[in-house]
């Protein structure tokens, strides 16, 4: 026959017909340009779960998320953001009380030192026995607990008298006295939120 050759493949003519084709097979703006997606590929992506399935790779992406959201709010706390801020340490009088204290040397943020100091010389003194020595002890640890104690009350009237003058309209909190002398007492690096302001540089 003329139109086959003798090892069955295809003529010549039907192989240039092929390649034109392919070549005039041009991308087409606005077109699809892809082949039809067969039955079967579609009815597998139909059957992938819109939820991951995967519990575990879900739990710790959610305890990651979880501890990234903590950590933030923990910065911002510590930096004094109101809405970070724990009840207790929010509001604009409780923002002066800290920056009040924050900007004084207190003689209360020295008594835990003295108490340590107090420990290390009540060792030694029980090694002497001296009673002279056990008493100074005595005297240097409730001495400066006390004078913290007299230095926040007068501190506590004279912060609260300012706040309300610069301040009328906002109201003093319950147990303001309790909440200063607490961060009075404590040491300026260990004091949460962080001091914002330096010492001497009071609030108005």
Do not use: C
Request: no cysteine.
């Amino acid at each position: 026959m003329f139109g086959r050759n003798r090892t069955g493949g295809a003529t010549r003519h039907e192989t240039t017909n092929q390649q034109l084709a392919e070549e005039a097979r041009v991308d087409r703006p606005g077109a699809k340009n892809r082949p039809t997606p067969r039955r079967r590929e579609v009815e597998a992506a139909r059957r992938r779960p819109l939820i991951e399935t995967d519990r575990k790779a879900a739990a710790k992406r959610d305890r990651e998320t979880s501890r990234e959201q903590r950590a933030k709010q923990q910065q911002a706390m510590m930096a004094g953001e109101e809405w970070a801020l724990l009840p207790r340490d929010r509001g604009a009088a409780r923002r002066y009380m800290r920056d009040f204290i924050d900007a004084r040397w207190n003689i209360a943020e020295f008594t835990m030192p003295a108490l340590i100091v107090a420990m290390v010389l009540s060792l030694l003194t029980s090694q002497f026995r001296n009673p002279n020595l056990v008493t100074a002890v005595l005297f240097l640890t409730y001495g400066v607990i006390i004078l913290g104690l007299v230095e926040q009350t007068i501190v506590h009237y004279r912060m609260r008298a300012r706040f309300k003058a610069a301040h009328p309209d906002e109201e003093w909190p319950a147990r303001a006295g309790f909440y200063s002398g607490m961060r009075a007492f404590q040491l300026r690096p260990t004091r949460v939120p962080r001091p914002r302001v330096k010492r001497g540089a009071f609030p108005t």
